[in-house]
Structure formats: C-alpha cells, structure tokens
C-alpha cells in the first residue's frame, strides 16, 4: 500500500511553519518567515492567505516537491466555534468560519482555510485536527459567581490529545480507557483533566486562568484588577496586553525565556528562584484540582511542551504531585508530527473523522 503523503501547514502570527510527511516520516520541512513591513500592508489576518499561499506554493516548488503526489492537506485548526476534539474536514462552514475568525483573530485561522484552497486545487480533501477551541468541559466546569460569565476551554488542544494518545499506544491502551492529567508547558500553560478521551476540566489558558506562564498573568485577584482597571492610568488594550503578553515571568523578570530564568538561578538570583518556585507552586495546584476532578482516579500525568525539558520545573512537579499518580515527560510540542497524525488516523480507519455541524 502506497504512503499516504500529507501536506502540513501551520502559520503563526510572523512565520508559516510547512512539512511532507510520507505517513509519520518528514521528507521536507521548513519555516517560512513573515516580516512585519510584509505583513503590515494587509489589513486582516485573511487578508494575508493569498501572500502566505504563494510562498508556501513557492518554497515547495523550491524544493522540488511535486504538488501533484500530495495525497491530503492539513492545517492547524483556528478560532472556530466550541467543538469537541478530533479531526475535522474542512467544509464550507469549517472554512467560512475560519475566514471569518469565528471566536477570535488569529494566524492559526488560516490553517485550514490554505489547507481547504490548496486541496481544492489538487482535487482532494482538507482537514483540520484538535483546534484551541475543543471545549469538552462537564457542565459543571463552566460555572462562576457570575451567571453572564461562564468559564470556556481555550487550549493547547492538539498537543494535549497527541501526547495522551501517544501514552496511550506506548501502554497498549486506548486514550478513551483512562484518565490522565496532562500539563502543556509553554509561552501560555494549560493543565488538563482527561476523563475517557475527554478534557473535562481545564482553566482558560489564554484569558486569565490557571496558572502564570512565561508572559501571562493566568488567575489574579478580581477585586485589585477591577480597581486597576478604573484606575485611569491604563487603557483597556493596555490591560489586556499586561494580561497575555506582558504578564507571568514577564511582569516579575523582564523576559519569557526560561533558559535564561535557569541561568539567573544558577548565578544566584533569589527573586528569579523564588518567582520559578512560584510558577512550580501554581502548576502543582492545577494538577491538584484536576486530580480532584477526576475523583483522585488518575492513571498519569503527563508534562509536555517547551518548559517540559527544564529539568527545575520538572523535579519541582514530581516532588509535589508524584503522589497523585506517576510522572511521564513528553518534553516539546511536533505540532506538524501531531497534525500528521491526526489525519492519518482517520485514513486508516482508526478514527472517524468529526461532523463540524453535529
């Protein structure tokens, strides 16, 4: 049986990340990147998919990869309305609501939108695989004090659902059988409950909840927040970047690069250790009440993501959580590896690909 060769794609806010798997193995891979004066003279993240479509079609053609041997094209998912995880066609209503940005702007949008072009053109089919927006939550999960406020899931979706599924094969289990505790650690962090293939619980990893991460501020005191906000020395999209961008290890140190966080203690930064412990504390709460979450039936937890080869923040999670269950690192994020994985499930017939209108 022929490899199934699958063109990946996943722009990011200044770059377009490219790559030709023959079933699991990369033969091509490269990084295209955007300058701001490229970007500034179009209006709308849409407006940029026919200036990123060329360059991909480009650097393709650069490489000698035959266009036409393509045998399926996916694009990181973007802000669509709330789904439940797995690998979606990219139909007309997939591909409007990216264009349209659904639930927010963002680069990821054109993913899928340059996935369903590019196909269309090849005379096959497009998909999409475990976008930010999965929202499994337990009903329950999504209640505050507040009743107009309800909590969502904004996750790193398709890395926590790789990686649990990729446990899951190394113990000859299926990801629907157990319950896991995964921890994406990156720029932004998400620590989540995985009940039977679902994320029941999981705090908002881009707007305000759960732990602090290299540059956002994750869960603060209501109170002194609205007072910040009132206080006329902020504009409101001043705020908002101090909230994502400009928050966590950011706000306490002037950078969002671990390394350097890991040098600064070894040099003998006091206030760099004690904000690190600090960020360590905060993960362990979360992986707390997700145990909690789970009724304390917790099978692993994972750690994934960037921060998941710092060894301090590792350790740092064992000694408080190795309790609850034990401990797997899956350090970094193959978000191009995970894509590919996620269509050729379907491929194969080990999963059924999911209705966006259901």
Same mark, same amino acid.
């Given at each position: 049986m022929a490899k199934t060769r699958s063109l990946i794609i996943n722009p990011g806010s200044?770059?377009?990340?490219?790559?030709?798997?023959?079933?699991?193995?990369?033969?091509?891979?490269?990084?295209?990147?955007?300058?701001?004066?490229?970007?500034?003279?179009?209006?709308? +993240? /849409? &407006?940029?998919? %026919?200036?990123?479509?060329? $360059?991909?079609?480009?650097?393709?053609? #650069?490489?000698?990869?035959? *266009?036409?041997?393509?045998?399926?094209?996916?694009?990181?998912?973007?802000?669509?309305?709330?789904?439940?995880?797995?690998?979606?066609?990219?139909?007309?209503?997939?591909?409007?609501?990216?264009?349209?940005?659904?639930?927010?702007?963002?680069?990821?949008?054109?993913?899928?939108?340059?996935?369903?072009? +590019? /196909? &269309?053109?090849? %005379?096959?089919?497009?998909? $999409?695989?475990?976008?930010?927006?999965? #929202?499994?939550?337990?009903? *329950?999960?999504?209640?505050?004090?507040?009743?107009?406020?309800?909590?969502r899931s904004i996750v790193h979706a398709l890395n926590h659902k790789a990686v649990g599924k990729r446990y899951a094969e190394s113990v000859g289990r299926e990801y629907n059988e157990l319950n896991l505790i995964i921890c994406h650690l990156g720029g932004g962090v998400s620590v989540a409950a995985h009940q039977n293939g679902k994320m029941i619980e999981v705090p908002d990893a881009l707007d305000g909840d759960g732990a602090f991460s290299p540059e956002r501020t994750g869960r603060i005191p209501v109170g002194p927040l609205v007072e910040l906000c009132f206080s006329g020395k902020y504009t409101k999209e001043e705020i908002k970047k101090m909230l994502v961008g400009k928050g966590g290890f950011v706000a306490h140190l002037g950078t969002n690069n671990m390394i350097e966080v890991d040098d600064r203690i070894e040099a003998g930064d006091e206030k760099a250790k004690f904000i690190m412990n600090a960020f360590v504390f905060q993960l362990a709460k979360d992986i707390g009440a997700a145990a909690t979450a789970l009724y304390g039936d917790v099978n692993q937890i994972i750690i994934t993501g960037g921060i998941a080869y710092d060894p301090y923040v590792v350790e740092g999670l064992k000694q408080r959580c190795s309790w609850i269950a034990p401990i797997t690192i899956y350090p970094g994020e193959d978000e191009l590896k995970a894509l590919t994985e996620g269509v050729l499930r379907v491929i194969n017939g080990k999963e059924e690909p999911m209705n966006y209108n259901a």
């Open positions: 200044t770059s377009t990340k490219i790559a030709v798997f023959h079933e699991t193995e990369v033969v091509f891979v490269k990084t295209l990147r955007h300058s701001a004066e490229e970007l500034a003279q179009y209006d709308t +993240i /849409a &407006d940029q998919k %026919g200036f990123r479509k060329d $360059i991909i079609m480009e650097a393709l053609q #650069d490489n000698d990869i035959a *266009i036409d041997k393509i045998d399926v094209c996916v694009g990181r998912g973007g802000f669509l309305k709330p789904i439940v995880g797995g690998t979606y066609e990219v139909t007309d209503d997939v591909y409007n609501d990216l264009l349209i940005g659904r639930t927010g702007q963002h680069a990821s949008n054109l993913g899928g939108v340059l996935a369903r072009e +590019i /196909a &269309d053109e090849l %005379g096959k089919k497009a998909y $999409i695989v475990d976008p930010v927006v999965v #929202d499994e939550l337990m009903p *329950i999960a999504r209640v505050t004090g507040i009743p107009e406020i309800e909590r």
